[in-house]
């Protein structure tokens, strides 16, 4: 089964075309990396695949389901990783968990919630408030809620964000594991490094236009016009 299936997909603002006739087909118990410079339409991508944000042409399904007709629906399945976005201030992690659990009928979350604090070296933190949390600790709670629901399905946009060497190490070790369960994680980053240690499938996108989209094996292969798309995106 395809877990995510885009056809042409096209997403304008003005005369600024922000995704470019996206074509692409993710499959069970792929890592995909989403690779491309800041403002070549990645994050775009993600909005509308998980239902947040109204395409301007083409068709895209997310686990069979058609995320512009049935937005909740895609969001209630899958886990979604935003970029830069911190947990509510106002609540403790322990309490924005309970809050996660109770949206999306997750069972034993206090057992979920002690198994990420020790993944991801926390537990000192969970009755704290988010708002007194460092940048890296509110990263750490960010990744831990995206999984709880244990989704077939995740969308993860610059997980890496703030976290120290060991963490992740730890985060990239854990999204490895998921995917061998057969479980798909789409990445989305700039950083070349991470797509090429830990992502089976590339997709490379560039001024809102796919470069490349395949095994990451095969892209070696590809001709002149991928490298240097590449090496725009390392540098």
């Not at 997709?203 to 809102?208: F, S, T, V």
């Amino acid at each position: 089964m395809k877990t995510i299936s885009v056809d042409e997909l096209s997403k304008s603002y003005g005369d600024v075309k922000a995704v470019n006739e996206l074509s692409i087909e993710v499959g069970e118990g792929q890592l995909y990396g989403f690779i491309g410079p800041n403002g070549a339409g990645k994050t775009t991508t993600i909005k509308i695949l998980t239902g947040q944000l109204m395409p301007s042409s083409g068709e895209c399904r997310v686990l069979e389901t058609d995320p512009v007709v049935e937005p909740k629906e895609v969001r209630k399945k899958v886990g979604i990783l935003p970029e830069r976005e911190d947990p509510p201030s106002f609540m403790t992690p322990r309490e924005y968990f309970k809050f996660v659990a109770d949206i999306r009928d997750i069972d034993g979350i206090e057992e979920k919630i002690d198994e990420w604090a020790e993944r991801l070296k926390f537990k000192d933190k969970l009755d704290k408030m988010n708002r007194s949390l460092s940048k890296g600790e509110k990263q750490k709670v960010m990744v831990a809620q995206t999984f709880l629901h244990e989704p077939k399905l995740a969308f993860i946009d610059e997980p890496l964000i703030n976290l120290d060497p060991v963490i992740q190490e730890r985060v990239k070790n854990y999204f490895v594991e998921y995917v061998e369960k057969g479980n798909t994680i789409f990445l989305s980053t700039h950083v070349m490094s991470l797509a090429d240690e830990i992502c089976s499938h590339i997709g490379i996108i560039e001024d809102g236009e796919l470069m490349y989209s395949g095994e990451k094996e095969d892209m070696k292969q590809e001709d002149e016009k991928l490298s240097k798309a590449f090496l725009r995106i390392v540098e």
